[in-house]
């Protein structure tokens, strides 16, 4: 199996709102989207069927077929498996990923378990600092005011930025 690709062969890929270094393998191409982790990527994969030791413009090339060695059912096998990588992402209790393992677990307003990623992590992220702000939380009035926000010692770290020094008087 060899793989020859032509002129129009596309290396940097559009997924998810980011853009993908299609060079990179299937996994680590993965993890540099927003809200996948290495171990999100390498479950997603596993239940895709995919080669890991594959790159990731493989999947996602859907030039014509002429650039390629493979017979046309292997060649449709592997875009079939970039589809079900993506809905695999999408959707993962369908395909009996564990709720530990997604990154939004009870989700305020629907109660769900869902893995957020890309654009959609920033807007959860948002509203719920802000529904915090807005119910004047401790956690939220510390994001509101700038301080650390998990318990840490602020007392000799932390000190950039915050106010100006005195200067001495002429």
């Not at 895709?48 to 014509?64: E, H, P, Q, R, T």
């Amino acid at each position: 199996m060899s793989l020859v690709a032509g002129e129009d062969f596309q290396h940097i890929l559009g997924v998810l709102n980011t853009n993908v270094d299609g060079k990179q393998k299937i996994m680590f191409a993965l993890i540099s989207i927003k809200g996948i982790g290495r171990r999100f990527a390498n479950i997603v994969c596993k239940k895709a069927d995919v080669d890991m030791n594959k790159s990731f413009s493989i999947l996602f090339y859907i030039g014509s077929s002429k650039f390629w060695h493979w017979d046309s059912a292997e060649l449709v096998s592997y875009l079939l498996r970039s589809l079900k990588l993506m809905v695999i992402v999408a959707n993962p209790p369908q395909f009996k990923i564990p709720d530990w393992f997604l990154n939004r677990k009870k989700d305020y307003k629907d109660g769900r378990y869902s893995q957020v990623v890309s654009n959609a992590l920033d807007m959860k992220l948002r509203d719920d600092l802000k529904r915090l702000k807005k119910i004047r939380n401790h956690r939220g009035l510390r994001h509101y005011w700038g301080l650390r926000v998990r318990g840490q010692h602020t007392k000799t770290t932390g000190r950039q930025g915050k106010t100006v020094g005195v200067s001495k008087k002429r």
